[in-house]
């Protein structure tokens, strides 16, 4: 696909052309590949369709929007909920060059006059704003100017599920978003979020309008998280210190109230930990100074209220702590989703108490027309049966993960191997008798009744209910005395956790067979339940002496704060906590070196390049570790992948070359490190303008380390050389990657 962005970094720059999408995202983002299922989402909108896209937190949704934005004509608009979340993204992308602006309550008459002109003249490619000033006439006639003058390439929705009544997060403003599709019909719409089940999916969908919308549903499964349920007992405090105290990084813990959050941020702060509240009962100055303070790491730990939670992003986020029960699985979800954005692992933690539970069931109570005071039963009783799924979620004694994903419509097969149930399993017993049991009486009582009702008729209840039914005279009915009801509600969560027995989904929840009910009541089908084990709390983890990767890391990490609070921003906005890893496990010494790690574009490498490196250089220095030459000046810093990325001094090289010398002679004749020489053969290689490598890299070992990059992919250069066991040299790699590259792209 020959792509042309018709867009400058400044206006007055020449326009940018790639080749590839690839090669897109490596300039404007410093990403070599795309994740999950963002590259076919981008070609859609490229196409001008309608999307409707859901990926988990931390998959990389914004560039499914943001990268087309950069290459269509005209401006996207950006609908987001909150101003802080449209803040934090328009920051990020202007450190990253890119022009992108947003109008909200927090910009002043001037300022918003000053950013329409610049909307207006076309130096923006993406406006964020919130739906309720999208929906007022004076924005609307702007859009109307926008339209005439220089196009509208998109709308881009952002947080999706908060258009539907069934989403965790409703916002009744987001309905009216489908007047803008009547007023541009000709306007793709690009809908987005992290999650939704398949009624909240087609909800978006009607509400939107959205016209034969390309879906992607990308799988919801966050392999880096940990999950972990605890009892809530009366040293949950003291628990809690230990995590904070335990993490190296930030955390978020959540609680049911305000009055909550307070509590525990002062309890934090007298034991010596740097905390902060963040909830809907402080000064809006405080609750932004507060939010602000966290995600440029001045204070590790923020204690806040779920409601607000969609406010705090934050890449870097090492724990997520829910101190008090969730009110629903998907809130669930999305709030310890906040936890290892970056792909790097975290923990979740959820101390669940019966008595949270009344606590839930007093504000479900509540639920009422603002109007007139009238229940809204309907939205009470779904609340009910959401708070259910969660009680169920943490007595689980599946997969958490199998839960989870089971929640959202996708299948998964258990043994994550990565939370508490499956990291010390429970005793596993075959249940295949009590299942049929179970099932068996499910279709006696017509499939129209709830686990309590069916388990007391298992075990002989005299309940009016049941005794009006007649289903006493059942021949199920007291067949399941011989265990506890505790026991029977285990089996019923195992049922419905592996998909062998359904449950309803309109707020009443009642049991229904499915095809696997037949297998399992057939005999064709074996039912393995495990049984909890006494509650046990986790020992202190062992403590790990600091490695040099560690130590350069945290280095780096201090490097990254004082540039961060230098320019005001966020230090996840720098770089990542991922692509510190990477600097601290392959201390890239030069400029070529440190452009391959991922997440470094050509405006980070330029920005910020020299300082990490000196940075790394000189901690080599201290340590003794081995010092490579560093490049000279006229060695181009950042690599396109373009054809013209040789320069003068390239080509000198290349002259060289081409007359016979080996790269040692051409060094010495040169007076410059042979890896230097080798870096302009790289370049001179991937541009086609030496195509003989049989010299530099024998032609078996060649087909060898081209068939690994075949198989790997275009991954970094110490990823390739541990996939062929460090049997090759990085120059060796570096030679034949830039072969094989330079034939990806003619």
Not at 143 to 158: E, P, R, T
Not at 174 to 189: D, G, V
Not at 268 to 274: F, K, N, P, V, Y
Not at 302 to 328: C, E, Q, S, W
Request: glycine fraction near 6%; hydrophobic fraction near 35%; include cysteine.
């Amino acid at each position: 696909m020959n792509l042309v962005a018709m867009f400058s970094l400044m206006s007055s720059s020449p326009p940018t052309e790639f080749a590839t999408t690839e090669q897109a995202l490596k300039h404007f983002f410093g990403y070599d590949r795309f994740r999950l299922a963002q590259k076919d989402i981008i070609t859609a909108a490229m196409a001008n369709q309608d999307v409707l896209a859901i990926m988990p937190t931390g998959g990389g949704k914004s560039i499914c929007f943001q990268l087309p934005a950069l290459l269509k004509n005209g401006i996207t608009i950006v609908v987001s909920p909150l101003i802080s979340l449209m803040q934090d993204q328009v920051t990020a992308l202007q450190d990253n060059g890119i022009p992108a602006t947003y109008l909200n309550s927090s910009v002043t008459g001037i300022e918003v006059q000053n950013r329409t002109q610049r909307v207006l003249s076309g130096e923006i490619k993406l406006l964020y704003v919130a739906p309720e000033r999208l929906m007022s006439d004076r924005f609307l006639e702007f859009l109307d100017q926008i339209q005439h003058s220089i196009g509208i390439a998109n709308f881009a929705i952002d947080e999706a599920h908060c258009v539907s009544e069934w989403g965790h997060d409703f916002r009744p403003e987001y309905r009216q978003l489908s007047t803008i599709r009547q007023r541009y019909p000709q306007a793709p719409f690009l809908a987005l979020t992290a999650t939704a089940t398949d009624r909240v999916r087609q909800d978006i969908i009607h509400q939107l309008q959205l016209q034969q919308p390309s879906v992607y549903v990308s799988s919801f499964n966050r392999q880096n998280l940990y999950y972990e349920i605890r009892p809530k007992g009366k040293d949950c405090y003291k628990q809690l210190i230990k995590i904070v105290k335990q993490s190296k990084g930030a955390g978020i813990i959540y609680c049911l109230s305000r009055k909550k959050v307070d509590e525990i941020t002062s309890q934090l702060q007298r034991d010596g930990i740097e905390a902060l509240s963040y909830h809907a009962g402080l000064n809006n100055n405080v609750r932004e100074a507060n939010q602000q303070r966290f995600i440029r790491d001045d204070v590790r730990v923020i204690v806040a209220t779920v409601a607000f939670g969609m406010g705090i992003n934050k890449l870097d986020v090492r724990f997520v702590v829910h101190y008090d029960l969730p009110r629903n699985l998907e809130g669930y979800y999305q709030e310890s989703g906040r936890a290892g954005r970056d792909g790097e692992p975290a923990d979740c933690i959820f101390f669940f108490g019966y008595g949270d539970i009344k606590t839930i069931e007093f504000l479900i109570a509540q639920k009422a027309d603002p109007e007139t005071g009238d229940p809204l039963l309907a939205e009470q009783q779904v609340a009910k049966q959401q708070l259910r799924q969660v009680i169920d979620y943490a007595e689980g004694t599946e997969c958490r993960r199998r839960i989870q994903l089971r929640y959202f419509g996708e299948d998964f097969p258990g043994n994550c191997g990565n939370c508490d149930n499956c990291l010390r399993p429970k005793n596993e017993a075959d249940w295949s008798i009590e299942a049929q049991k179970f099932l068996s009486c499910v279709h006696r009582c017509d499939q129209r009744f709830g686990t309590k009702y069916i388990i007391d008729v298992l075990r002989g209840s005299k309940d009016k209910r049941i005794l009006g039914n007649r289903h006493d005279q059942l021949s199920t009915y007291g067949i399941g005395k011989d265990h506890t009801a505790e026991e029977w509600k285990i089996l019923s969560r195992a049922l419905l956790h592996q998909g062998l027995l359904s449950e309803t989904t309109d707020g009443y929840s009642v049991l229904q067979l499915n095809a696997l009910s037949k297998e399992v009541l057939l005999k064709q089908r074996t039912v393995m339940v495990a049984l909890p084990n006494t509650p046990q709390i986790l020992d202190e983890k062992s403590a790990i002496s600091r490695s040099q990767a560690e130590e350069l890391f945290d280095r780096l990490r201090s490097l990254r704060k004082r540039v961060a609070d230098q320019q005001s921003v966020a230090p996840y906005i720098v770089f990542a906590d991922s692509s510190l890893k990477l600097m601290s496990q392959q201390r890239p010494q030069n400029l070529s070196e440190f452009a391959e790690i991922s997440g470094v574009g050509s405006r980070k490498l330029a920005q910020y390049g020299q300082q990490f490196v000196t940075e790394i250089r000189a901690f080599c220095q201290e340590h003794g570790l081995a010092l490579e030459p560093e490049e000279p000046a006229s060695v181009p810093a950042v690599q396109t992948r373009e054809r013209d990325t040789a320069t003068p001094t390239h080509l000198q090289t290349c002259h060289l070359f081409q007359q016979g010398l080996s790269p040692t002679q051409i060094a010495e004749k040169r007076q410059m490190a042979q890896s230097t020489v080798m870096q302009h053969l790289e370049v001179l290689i991937e541009a086609r303008q030496i195509t003989d490598i049989d010299r530099l890299v024998p032609t078996e070992t060649q087909a060898v380390i081209k068939q690994a990059i075949e198989e790997m992919g275009d991954m970094s250069l110490k990823t390739i050389r541990e996939y062929l066991k460090e049997a090759f040299t990085y120059e060796e790699i570096k030679v034949v990657r830039a072969a094989w590259r330079a034939k990806q792209y003619e």
